[in-house]
């Protein structure tokens, strides 16, 4: 058997949010009707953060993230903290599909008014705080969505074309601010960050792919900018951070926004992208097959996204075995390890499965990863 590995990615790893507590949404509810103050919110946060934080360390992952259990959802929250960003008037509306039915999720929209900065570290304070809680032995995990996120959500329309005529003085500017993030981040002692990417994916479904080139935009050659993107923010990486991304195809409340493998961005991707680690949404037939991992070079990991985190059916071990054998035909298998395909609350909302299924979820990862690798 291969050993266990010491740096992140780890052989079980999760991607990061997780189910909020009652007590939790209760609290949101009454800071909004004016019942409690932010403070009082905080204190709340706090308790539920460490209890959940403990909850990883007793399931036996080497990580713990705060479940992103301040956030509304896993990327607006960050986003509209980026200077020259903000709230638009009316909403974005995503359509998500289920096996009962398609739902809309409506963020805010967003609107670039002036030039991109960062004004302070986001979520320093909460990362500090997830620090503070992790334990020995137990590495504190930051999430945070991909600079591509701020484009592919409201594309140019959402970018002021007099603050940015020219839109590549926008990508550097948002380059520029994010490797400013990841800089202080580094300097507070994150060792552990990923980039949450739905666009990466997303650009695998030629529907996704048909919605990009009617607002006016190169569908087929986006991805290759967003990957130039996410490595120019970490063009001065810290030595000792380990970054990771996550790509999935859409998570709220049990349900998806598209479909298909990763074979259109799979050679680019994989090749390109200065990550260590793959988060990969493998969880049914949506996410297509093993093939496009033959792409993967030697020194990247592939954290294989086997366990669902959209229903509380919990795997058959032997089934998630077969399938991790069947990954190692395309990559080695000392380059993969195991987890949810994604988070289990993006958003507040959470996904339609309980706080003992998603533990019970957990266990099986950890449970599946020391029968293989050790």
């Known amino acids: 058997m291969l050993p266990m590995r010491t740096s992140p990615p780890f052989r079980a790893d999760h991607v990061g949010s997780l189910l909020r507590p009652d007590n939790l949404l209760a609290a949101r509810e009454d800071l909004a009707a004016g019942r409690i103050t932010a403070g009082q919110l905080r204190e709340i946060e706090d308790e539920a953060i460490a209890a959940v934080v403990a909850m990883q360390r007793d399931v036996g992952l080497q990580s713990a993230t705060d479940g992103e259990f301040r956030r509304a ?58 620090q503070s809680v992790a334990g020995p032995g137990v590495t504190p995990k930051l999430t945070i969505p991909s600079p591509n996120m701020v484009h592919y959500r409201g594309g140019p329309a959402a970018i002021d074309p007099a603050v940015y005529p020219d839109i590549e003085e926008f990508w550097a500017d948002l380059a520029a601010a994010y490797a400013d993030e990841v800089t202080r981040l580094g300097e507070m002692g994150c060792t552990y960050l990923q980039f949450d990417d739905t666009s990466l994916a997303y650009l695998n479904d030629p529907a996704q792919r048909a919605e990009i080139a009617a607002r006016g935009e190169d569908a087929e050659h986006l991805h290759l900018r967003y990957i130039a993107q ?145």
């Not at 793959?278 to 294989?304: A, H, I, N, Q, Y």
């Not at 499965?353 to 050790?374: C, F, M, N, P, R």
Request: aromatic share 10%; hydrophobic share 40%; net charge negative.
């Open 73 to 130: 959802s896993w990327h607006m929250d960050f986003i509209y903290q980026i200077g020259g960003v903000s709230k638009a008037p009316g909403n974005l509306a995503v359509k998500f599909h289920n096996p009962g039915g398609d739902i809309e999720f409506t963020p805010a929209a967003l609107h670039v008014a002036s030039k991109i900065k960062l004004d302070k570290t986001i979520f320093g304070e909460d990362f500090g705080y997830l």
């Open 230 to 374: 996410v490595n120019n923010s970490l063009a001065t990486k810290p030595a000792g951070m380990a970054v990771t991304t996550h790509l999935c195809r859409g998570n709220f409340r049990s349900s998806w926004a598209a479909s298909g493998g990763y074979d259109f961005v799979a050679e680019a991707l994989f090749n390109d992208l200065n990550v260590d680690g793959f988060f990969l949404e493998f969880d049914d037939e949506r996410s297509g097959t093993f093939e496009p991992l033959r792409f993967v070079p030697p020194g990247k990991m592939v954290v294989l996204g086997l366990v669902t985190t959209k229903s509380g059916t919990l795997e058959d071990p032997d089934d998630l075995k077969r399938r991790i054998d069947a990954a190692a035909k395309y990559v080695p298998i000392d380059q993969l390890a195991l987890s949810g395909q994604c988070g289990f609350s993006s958003t507040v909302e959470g996904n339609t499965l309980t706080y003992d299924q998603q533990v019970a979820k957990l266990e099986l990862i950890v449970s599946v990863a020391h029968d293989v690798w050790g």
